[in-house]
């Protein structure tokens, strides 16, 4: 048996084919290959191809003819996209060569024409920060719609009193409605963080062409205006090797991520039989194949188990970029795949946290008597004891702790000792400490601003109406 040679992959579709005598192989063809995950950039190419097509007719590059054609044949191509109907080919590698080729059978050489002044490299750039900026706001639409409905529970339950915790164990009593907005809070940020990101990626890159500029008299600044930029960017080194955009997207959505995690994981403890404090909607709720009397918080568990994804969604482009010259590098293709997933995975965690929160029943009753629960009251005391008696605090906390462990050798509250149990720890007390010591008490005092009183709960809800929603 004679040795046969491997065929090799026709080169004659391969935009670079002038420079090499034989086309790639069929492996090279699929690892060089993007067109499966970056068609999703068809509309941010076209908008930046046409935006590019009106700058070079007004830079006297291109004729008005071709601008008109090189349009129309563009909006052909999206149409086709959008209904389905065009053909994406593995063997034209990526989104910009499948439209570009397309255009060439629609309009002919006219748009062989619209690559000047421009590469792959500054194209790709651009096409990934319209998309990113798009996502981006979508996602602060999302965060935005989750808001609103953690604000509403806030306004609901601004009296319902509910134990805190640290360390999990009973702390303080609260109340749900600022716990609500524990997560209005931390959402906004993540907002701030979105609106930053956009800010900062607000620069346009085409016109750097492969890395060093262009010879042709092209006007930049134009560019960046029809595609919404503030401006374009200042070192086409930098343009097009630049990936902080997609870093900071993913930073971002992992912080959000790790934010949604963290209450799914309090749903997800919360919807225990051992706690009792919510219950979630048979939409967002599943049972077990063996267990009737099964209700798991699923969703709630698969947003927690997601955040994982995300954060190692952005270790992968970290580690990608870490050690890359300037200026392009091919490893730079595989930078779009994890902010496609990142961005799908936590829009559909938003999407569910919000569905859940939207149709949560709050056990109010279980909420107050958990709430006395654990000597929760117990810095009231110490507090009592320093505002009445004068005492000083660290006094006034080994005093109250020394009520703690009688109340908990009695096996009952500190509600429950009587006057005489704690005059026999500290006689100066009066009946008046009671007063201080029911739950619903105990969450009115703190009216410190950002505490928990539920006259605070009301302002702050107001105000956070104001302030992220209007």
Known sequence: MTEQTPKKASNTSAMWGGRFAEGPSAIMEKINASIDFDQRFYAQDIAGSKAHATMLAAAGILSGDDVKAIHQGLDTILEEIESGRFVFKTALEDIHMNVESRLKELI???????HTARSRNDQVATDFKLWVRDTLDQLDEGLKGLQDVLIGLAETHAETVMPGFTHLQTAQPVTFGHHMLAYVEMFGR??????DARARLNECPLGSAALAGTSFPIDRNMTARELGFDGPTRNSLDAVSDRDFALEFLSTAAIASTHLSRMAEEIVIWCSAQFGFIRLSDSFSTGSSIMPQKRNPDAAELVRAKAGRVI??????????????LAYSKDMQDDKEPVFEA??????????MTGMMNEVTVNVETLK???GHGFSTATDIADWLVRVLNMPFRDAHHVTGALVKMAEDKGCQLHELTLADMQSVEPAITDDVYSVLSVEASAGSRTSFGGTAPANVRTAAKEARKRFLS
């Open 108 to 114: 002919g050489d006219a748009a062989g024409r619209l």
């Open 312 to 325: 190692g969604n952005l270790n992968a482009l970290l580690v990608v970029m870490k050690g890359l010259p």
């Open 343 to 352: 961005a799908d995975t936590l829009s559909l965690c938003i999407a569910a």
């Open 369 to 371: 008597k958990a709430a």
């Open 190 to 195: 993540d907002r701030g963080r979105v609106q």
